[in-house]
């Protein structure tokens, strides 16, 4: 979530892909427990006051955190679930603070108190995120399922603003709150946030449920523009996930406008390229699989079985995700497959192919409409 303090923000020109290139891991989530206190509509894991059984215990935790820092230091996120549900979640950010991971945690702010905030600090984590899905009590706590999660979130936020710990503002992004994003950035920027980062609708998990209310395709690219409208009014960092879109439209519109377009590409605000699942990020559950993303239910290894640097390097359906000319119909010919790819979770929830066209797009690429003139 913060960039790397050891690194310059590095430069990509308008065409540049994902600084390293396909493979070179930059961030995993690490869905470090399911249990959670809240219950969102959208949420991937149908998360739930559990116990979840399976979960890593502290010392399968310490051996992954060994693991994924033989690959570099890539930013791990601790997620959840409501990973401060986890009473050793101190124990294990620390622990990847002494081996110079840089360690993030999504928190959904309700428990984060003057005590944790100085605990979160301590432990070495950078920023936080915490998610705020309406500008109002009334919105927020309707998408997330509880009365007083929009309180309690802003509680949390600052209790965590007093004890000097970073943070930024997610934001899932579907009919319910698309009316709203204007005042959500505003908010951001009131309460001190260093980022806001954009999520558009998965429809996995509970997510399902909510298909209905999930912008159209025509929406899309008009929140995606509207959203690059953004950058030169807000001091805020702005990034959107899970709308592999927006990669297409920030060399699209700088081109339109004939600027020398040169962005962040380190840290978890970096602008690199669309998809990363596969090839510059990967998601772990609660019980040890590794997946594309949290949202793309690929079983592409378990760490409790094989070590997690040989599972990155050899995955078969990672391979296959590096490898852009793998893509199929239109975004297998699209002039900007390298810095878009299509969401591959869509795709898959669509078709039952993760290779597939991105079902949420409207651009027609350019050899397809030669072919259509």
Same mark, same amino acid.
């Given at each position: 979530?913060?960039?790397?303090?050891?690194?310059?923000?590095?430069?990509?020109?308008?065409?540049?892909?994902?600084?390293?290139?396909?493979?070179?891991?930059?961030?995993?989530?690490?869905?470090?427990?399911?249990?959670?206190?809240?219950?969102?509509?959208?949420?991937?894991?149908?998360?739930?006051?559990?116990?979840? $059984?399976?979960? @890593?215990?502290?010392? /399968?935790?310490?051996?992954? #955190?060994?693991?994924?820092?033989?690959? !570099?230091?890539? &930013? %791990?996120?601790?997620?959840?679930?409501?990973?401060?549900?986890?009473?050793?979640?101190?124990?294990?950010?620390?622990?990847?603070?002494?081996?110079?991971?840089?360690?993030?945690?999504?928190?959904?702010?309700?428990?984060?108190?003057?005590?944790?905030?100085?605990?979160?600090?301590?432990?070495?984590?950078?920023?936080?995120?915490?998610?705020?899905?309406?500008?109002?009590?009334?919105?927020?706590?309707?998408?997330?399922?509880?009365?007083?999660?929009?309180?309690?979130?802003?509680?949390?936020?600052?209790?965590?603003?007093?004890?000097?710990?970073?943070?930024?503002?997610?934001?899932?992004?579907?009919?319910?709150?698309?009316?709203?994003?204007?005042?959500?950035?505003?908010? $951001?920027?009131? @309460?001190?946030?260093? /980022?806001?980062?954009?999520? #558009?609708?998965?429809?996995?998990?509970? !997510?399902?449920? &909510? %298909?209905?209310?999930?912008?159209?395709?025509?929406?899309?690219?008009?929140?995606?523009?509207?959203?690059?409208?953004?950058k030169s009014r807000t001091n805020l960092q702005l990034k959107a996930t899970c709308a592999p879109?927006?990669?297409?439209?920030?060399?699209?519109?700088?081109?339109?406008?004939?600027?020398?377009?040169?962005?962040?590409?380190?840290?978890?605000?970096?602008?690199?390229?669309?998809?990363?699942?596969?090839?510059?990020?990967?998601?772990?559950?609660?019980?040890?699989?590794?997946?594309?993303?949290?949202?793309?239910?690929?079983?592409?290894?378990?760490?409790?079985?094989?070590?997690?640097?040989?599972?990155?390097?050899?995955?078969?359906?990672?391979?296959?995700?590096?490898?852009?000319?793998?893509?199929?119909?239109?975004?297998?010919?699209?002039e900007y497959k390298r810095v878009c790819g299509g969401c591959r979770a869509r795709a898959y929830?669509?078709?039952?192919?993760?290779?597939?066209?991105?079902?949420?797009?409207?651009?027609?690429?350019?050899?397809?409409?030669?072919?259509?003139?």
């Amino acid at each position: 979530m913060s960039s790397d303090p050891q690194h310059p923000h590095a430069q990509s020109s308008v065409q540049g892909g994902s600084p390293g290139g396909p493979g070179t891991l930059r961030l995993v989530a690490w869905e470090t427990t399911r249990n959670c206190n809240l219950s969102c509509v959208h949420c991937r894991a149908a998360a739930t006051c559990g116990p979840y $059984a399976g979960e @890593l215990d502290t010392q /399968a935790s310490f051996r992954l #955190l060994d693991q994924i820092a033989e690959t !570099g230091s890539p &930013i %791990v996120i601790l997620t959840g679930g409501e990973p401060m549900l986890r009473e050793d979640i101190y124990d294990i950010a620390a622990y990847g603070t002494r081996l110079g991971l840089r360690m993030v945690m999504a928190p959904n702010g309700t428990l984060i108190t003057p005590e944790t905030a100085k605990k979160i600090a301590d432990s070495g984590i950078q920023r936080i995120s915490v998610s705020l899905d309406g500008a109002s009590a009334k919105r927020h706590d309707g998408f997330r399922g509880v009365e007083g999660a929009f309180e309690g979130a802003l509680s949390g936020i600052h209790a965590a603003k007093q004890a000097g710990i970073e943070f930024q503002v997610n934001t899932t992004i579907t009919q319910l709150n698309r009316d709203q994003i204007p005042q959500i950035m505003k908010l $951001a920027e009131d @309460l001190g946030a260093v /980022a806001l980062h954009i999520f #558009l609708l998965v429809p996995t998990g509970r !997510g399902k449920y &909510i %298909v209905d209310q999930a912008i159209t395709a025509q929406e899309y690219e008009e929140t995606l523009n509207w959203f690059y409208d953004q950058k030169s009014r807000t001091n805020l960092q702005l990034k959107a996930t899970c709308a592999p879109h927006y990669y297409r439209i920030l060399r699209q519109r700088a081109r339109a406008e004939g600027k020398s377009v040169t962005w962040q590409t380190h840290g978890l605000d970096a602008v690199t390229r669309g998809c990363l699942g596969g090839t510059s990020f990967c998601f772990i559950s609660h019980q040890g699989i590794v997946q594309p993303c949290g949202f793309l239910d690929l079983h592409c290894g378990d760490v409790t079985r094989d070590s997690f640097v040989h599972i990155w390097q050899n995955s078969e359906q990672f391979q296959k995700l590096r490898d852009f000319d793998q893509l199929k119909g239109k975004c297998g010919i699209c002039e900007y497959k390298r810095v878009c790819g299509g969401c591959r979770a869509r795709a898959y929830e669509a078709t039952g192919d993760w290779l597939a066209e991105e079902p949420l797009c409207l651009y027609e690429p350019a050899k397809a409409a030669a072919r259509n003139g």
